[in-house]
């Protein structure tokens, strides 16, 4: 089986620790790169954690019920519609969960989903029930974007969760985008599995990777059915990131309601993980093809995000924004046997 280009290397330097009476102190930085998505990260030797939940008061009360444009008060009023040859309701409905048009879209087909009401939901009350209608109206809209052969080829189902995570509003939502070209990093996977193939008589690249991962016992936190988690080799995150892959997925159109149910059960698990940890934000993408692509298997990654207080100093810095590499004072394999116990549960 042809590796998946995983690469490693170890450097270090020393200095005179002030905190052990200037004795000198080895470090060692390592350095990875994951030839699949092209990200370099630095696994540094110490772990940050966050040992108190940050307080998300100040989240309320900045951003109040009766200024939030997502809870009931404002919502008919000043949530866009759809135009009327898309949907003649104006918005995608399913219980208590919309979809409607995102009034500062990044791309002319990017919308919004509300799970709910609610204006504020913790990270611990994210359940799969919780989940599953805000998934389902995204689920809708994307059957009905191919209902009318608007010809859109890829998608995405993405959620910023709190403001740490660039969450514009804490009133829980996710974004969908469908489009004729798929964004950069979606393009990056893509192009890895097709020359991943080129380079090995045809095979799947995502299959393979489950395969090695699994072997290999040291990223791969569980097999749930069709969708197996992992972390990232190399993450796109200061603490790590988490991914997922459904199994032989090739297209969004390929997964039933039972495959979304496993996907929410495990999602719910990994909030679980970062509740318990003192985490309040993360960033997720779901990625997937509009049509049957052999190449890509339907998949995404969350990476969990933070503020370092007292500053509330953001977790990305010039190394992350200008060369492209990752700071990452989080083991992989490390975050991989801490995250099993929480799919171990009944
Ligand atoms: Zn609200």
Not at 293 to 322: M, W
């Amino acid at each position: 089986m042809k590796d998946l280009g995983f690469k490693k290397e170890m450097t270090t330097g020393y200095y005179l620790d002030p905190f052990n009476d200037f004795q000198e102190k080895k470090i060692t930085i390592e350095s990875r790169y994951d030839d699949i998505t092209g990200v370099a990260c630095r696994i540094l030797p110490y772990r940050v954690r966050i040992t108190q939940k940050p307080d998300t008061d100040h989240y309320l009360e900045k951003s109040p019920e009766s200024l939030c444009p997502f809870c009931a008060d404002l919502f008919e009023k000043t949530t866009p519609r759809f135009i009327p040859s898309l949907i003649e309701e104006g918005n995608f409905r399913r219980g208590d969960a919309c979809l409607f048009p995102n009034a500062f879209p990044y791309d002319p087909n990017n919308n919004v989903a509300i799970f709910s009401s609610r204006h504020f939901v913790a990270m611990n009350e994210l359940t799969p029930e919780y989940m599953r209608d805000g998934f389902a109206v995204c689920r809708d809209y994307f059957h009905r974007v191919v209902e009318k052969n608007l010809g859109y080829k890829y998608c995405s189902i993405n959620w910023n969760y709190m403001p740490p995570a660039g969450g514009g509003l804490i009133h829980p939502h996710l974004q969908t985008i469908a489009g004729y070209r798929p964004t950069s990093f979606m393009q990056k996977l893509l192009s890895s599995a097709q020359n991943y193939a080129a380079a090995s008589n045809g095979d799947n690249l995502w299959s393979n990777l489950i395969a090695l991962e699994k072997k290999a016992d040291k990223r791969f936190i569980a097999d749930t059915g069709t969708v197996c988690w992992l972390t990232s080799f190399a993450p796109k995150g200061m603490a790590g990131e988490i991914d997922f892959i459904f199994r032989e997925k090739t297209s969004f159109f390929d997964l039933t309601e039972s495959n979304f149910n496993e996907f929410l059960t495990g999602l719910s698990r990994i909030f679980s993980y970062l509740y318990t940890n003192n985490f309040i934000s993360f960033n997720m993408s779901f990625y997937a093809t509009m049509t049957n692509n052999n190449y890509f298997y339907v998949q995404g990654k969350i990476v969990p995000r933070f503020a370092v207080h007292p500053l509330g100093t953001s977790d990305l810095n010039y190394f992350e924004k200008l060369h492209n590499e990752i700071i990452c004072p989080t083991v992989p394999e490390e975050l991989c046997r801490e995250i099993q116990p929480y799919f171990k549960v009944a």
